[in-house]
């Protein structure tokens, strides 16, 4: 008998990702399970033509100009609750989100409501928020500022006291806003990179910056790299 004849490769088409399975020898194997992971994370990303629709509120704004990837943004007043955490920058956010995902869901003294002669107040049962977009991050002394925005509904007269001192609640006037929105997970890489295209977009324009560069994100963890929506913010006058 003659020798066998070697495997056929046998291939799989996974959302327009055509991929080897030819058996072979663990090196082999651990390539091909690199090559399924890669096209799989390619195949989720490919019916992505277009932003998906936005169904978390976000602040009020209307774009003004853009100028290639960066968006001039006029922002309307919006109330946050805020605070402050210690770095590295990685591990600001995840150290902040128990503090004001608590405020947000209830670890409040209520909505206060105001009796027909001042100074006299009562105090309701605690407010519990919907989730908003973005948070926000952006460096302070001592470490990071890290806040969630509010819905449009709490103003800053209806915001109810935080339980925890740690929390701040605050306005944020109305501002005009550099933009420069991007996907991917959090890397100093990433970051640094898309921040050089907006100084470029900035300076281009003959805007002038004022305050430090503030990075939003908009999606929760589990989302793939491909469809988070992350942005750097650089206010503008």
């Known amino acids: 008998r003659g020798a066998a004849a070697p495997a056929r490769p046998r291939r799989a088409r996974n959302n327009g990702c055509m991929l080897?399975?030819?058996?072979?020898?663990?090196?082999?194997?651990?390539?091909?399970?690199?090559?399924?992971?890669?096209?799989?994370a390619a195949a989720a990303c490919l019916p992505l033509v277009s932003p998906p629709a936005r169904a978390?509120?976000?602040?009020?704004?209307?774009?003004?100009?853009?100028?290639?990837?960066?968006?001039?943004?006029?922002?309307?007043?919006?109330?946050?609750?805020?605070v402050v955490v210690p770095g590295p920058a990685d591990s600001a956010g995840n150290r902040a989100f128990p503090l004001l995902a608590g405020y947000i869901f209830g670890r409040n003294k209520g909505e206060r409501k105001m009796a027909m002669?001042?100074?006299?107040?009562?105090?309701?049962?605690?407010?519990?928020?919907?989730?908003t977009a973005p948070v926000t991050q952006t460096t302070t002394d001592g470490g990071f500022v890290v806040l969630f925005v509010l819905p449009r509904e709490?103003?800053?007269?209806r915001a109810p006291a935080p339980l925890d001192p740690r929390v701040k609640v605050r306005e944020v006037p109305a501002a005009r806003w550099a933009t420069i929105t991007f996907s991917g997970f959090w890397s100093q890489e990433n970051y640094e990179r898309h921040l050089a295209q907006l100084r470029e977009g900035v300076a281009a324009a003959g805007l002038q910056v004022q305050g430090e560069p503030m990075w939003s994100r908009y999606d929760a963890r589990w989302k793939p790299w491909c469809l988070r929506r992350n942005?750097?913010?650089?206010?503008?006058?």
Do not use: C, H, N
């Open 154 to 157: 709490v103003t800053i007269a």
């Open 20 to 40: 080897s399975l030819t058996a072979s020898a663990p090196a082999d194997r651990a390539l091909r399970s690199r090559r399924l992971f890669v096209g799989l």
């Open 56 to 82: 978390i509120e976000e602040p009020a704004y209307t774009v003004e100009r853009k100028l290639g990837e960066v968006e001039i943004r006029a922002y309307a007043p919006y109330v946050v609750a805020e």
């Open 117 to 131: 002669t001042a100074p006299v107040t009562q105090t309701a049962a605690p407010m519990k928020m919907e989730m």
């Open 231 to 237: 942005e750097i913010w650089r206010a503008v006058r």
